[in-house]
């Protein structure tokens, strides 16, 4: 039903955007099994795949306490990760690649710092975690990865000043950072820098917040992020909020350049603010709109926010199109506020934005 609604309207419809939201059926989550590869609404382990390397590791896992960060960072090389139950601990300076699974995999795990690593290739995930709290992932080099790193059920999950290279999906993987199910306080995905390299990456929504909500007094919150580029998809886009609804999370002061169908969107939920951010788009075989707001699910869409925004955003066809409001979300609050169609281009962001 999602691509069917996103593919009818992408070809058809001038003017409107073509959201990248997973809903798919009237399912609930709660019935659709965590770790079922196929379903897709869900960028989740596929558990009738091995996790074992292709190769034999040159060394067993190195789990050692955190030491000041030098640059470079010299990498001490591992097998891939796989903790249940475990705490209290950093993970840091090492170098993983997994060819045929997760590079670090975190179940029913807390209090964990995953630091100064260097992930990937890998055709699954670089950082994975599945019912976590208080788990940070920070000064990583992720690249080649189907997602850099994907949250499910967990709590206090903090992203912050990553370095992620060509995530290659597809979808339903194909991010940068998703949280699925994430909810609570302390949750955060700042200062984190993505680069998808055309013909060589395939990603769908850089940044994904499924069904994830923070609280009035501390919302999720996703800022200072870099994003430049995206397609071939069609429905995935820049940064994706309230995908099959969620609530209190703010995405500001980030810069997005030709992330694919669209910057920034807002595809249902409740309490969300888009907030002075600059995005970019240049025409593209799959460009289409610089910021929506459309609900597509069954939760409700009302107050929310999208304001101090600078956007100039050149469709498919060759127009400009740097907003759509579907009309479905009530009264949006700051809309006339953004400049839409602003004096921007691509050298909003520097040339080289990630270290190598």
Same mark, same amino acid.
């Given at each position: 039903?999602?691509?069917?609604?996103?593919?009818?309207?992408?070809?058809?419809?001038?003017g409107?955007?073509?959201?990248?939201?997973?809903?798919?059926?009237?399912?609930?989550?709660?019935?659709? +099994?965590?770790?079922?590869?196929?379903?897709?609404?869900?960028?989740?382990?596929?558990?009738?795949?091995? $996790?074992?390397?292709?190769?034999? +590791?040159?060394?067993?896992?190195?789990?050692?306490?955190?030491?000041?960060?030098?640059n470079?960072?010299?990498?001490?090389v591992?097998?891939?990760?796989?903790?249940?139950?475990?705490?209290?601990?950093?993970?840091?300076?090492?170098?993983i690649?997994?060819?045929?699974?997760?590079?670090?995999?975190?179940?029913?795990?807390?209090?964990?710092?995953?630091?100064?690593?260097?992930l990937?290739?890998?055709?699954?995930? %670089?950082?994975?975690?599945?019912?976590?709290?208080?788990?940070? =992932?920070d000064?990583?080099?992720?690249?080649?990865?189907?997602?850099?790193?994907?949250?499910?059920?967990?709590?206090?999950v903090? /992203?912050? $000043?990553?370095?992620?290279?060509? =995530?290659?999906? +597809?979808?339903?993987?194909?991010?940068?950072v998703?949280?699925?199910?994430?909810?609570?306080? %302390?949750?955060?995905?700042? $200062?984190?820098?993505?680069?998808?390299?055309?013909?060589?990456?395939?990603?769908?929504?850089?940044?994904?917040?499924y069904?994830?909500?923070?609280?009035?007094?501390?919302?999720?919150?996703?800022?200072?992020?870099?994003?430049?580029?995206?397609? +071939?998809?069609?429905?995935?886009?820049?940064?994706?909020?309230?995908?099959?609804?969620?609530?209190y999370?703010?995405?500001?002061?980030?810069?997005?350049?030709?992330?694919?169908?669209?910057?920034?969107?807002?595809?249902?939920?409740?309490?969300?603010?888009?907030l002075?951010?600059?995005?970019?788009?240049?025409?593209?075989?799959?460009?289409?709109?610089?910021?929506?707001?459309?609900?597509?699910?069954n939760? %409700?869409?009302?107050?929310?926010?999208?304001?101090?925004?600078?956007? $100039?955003?050149?469709r498919?066809?060759?127009?400009?199109?740097?907003?759509?409001?579907?009309?479905?979300c009530?009264?949006?609050?700051?809309?006339?506020?953004?400049?839409? %169609?602003?004096?921007?281009?691509?050298? /909003?962001?520097?040339?080289?934005?990630?270290?190598?």
């Amino acid at each position: 039903m999602r691509d069917y609604y996103k593919i009818i309207t992408y070809l058809l419809i001038a003017g409107f955007v073509v959201s990248c939201s997973k809903s798919e059926t009237t399912t609930p989550s709660s019935k659709i +099994p965590a770790t079922t590869a196929d379903n897709p609404k869900r960028g989740v382990t596929d558990t009738t795949k091995s $996790n074992t390397p292709v190769t034999t +590791p040159t060394t067993a896992p190195v789990i050692i306490p955190a030491v000041p960060t030098t640059n470079p960072v010299t990498y001490t090389v591992s097998s891939p990760i796989s903790l249940s139950g475990a705490h209290d601990m950093v993970i840091n300076a090492l170098q993983i690649d997994n060819p045929s699974g997760i590079c670090i995999h975190l179940t029913n795990c807390y209090n964990i710092t995953i630091k100064n690593c260097k992930l990937g290739p890998s055709l699954r995930t %670089g950082v994975e975690l599945n019912n976590c709290t208080n788990i940070t =992932v920070d000064s990583c080099y992720i690249s080649n990865v189907s997602t850099g790193v994907y949250a499910l059920n967990s709590h206090q999950v903090k /992203i912050t $000043n990553n370095q992620v290279k060509n =995530v290659l999906g +597809p979808y339903p993987k194909g991010q940068m950072v998703q949280f699925d199910n994430v909810s609570g306080s %302390g949750n955060t995905v700042l $200062n984190n820098r993505c680069e998808n390299i055309a013909g060589a990456s395939n990603p769908e929504d850089v940044i994904s917040m499924y069904e994830s909500n923070g609280i009035a007094g501390d919302p999720i919150m996703i800022a200072g992020n870099w994003i430049r580029g995206g397609g +071939p998809s069609k429905t995935g886009g820049g940064i994706m909020l309230g995908d099959n609804g969620g609530s209190y999370i703010i995405a500001k002061n980030n810069i997005i350049v030709d992330p694919g169908n669209y910057g920034m969107g807002i595809a249902g939920g409740n309490n969300i603010q888009i907030l002075n951010n600059e995005i970019y788009g240049s025409k593209t075989s799959v460009s289409n709109v610089g910021i929506y707001i459309w609900n597509q699910s069954n939760s %409700g869409c009302s107050l929310n926010t999208i304001n101090g925004n600078q956007v $100039n955003w050149t469709r498919f066809s060759g127009e400009n199109n740097n907003n759509w409001n579907a009309g479905n979300c009530g009264t949006v609050t700051g809309w006339n506020t953004n400049i839409w %169609g602003a004096v921007l281009n691509s050298g /909003i962001l520097p040339s080289q934005i990630l270290s190598n």
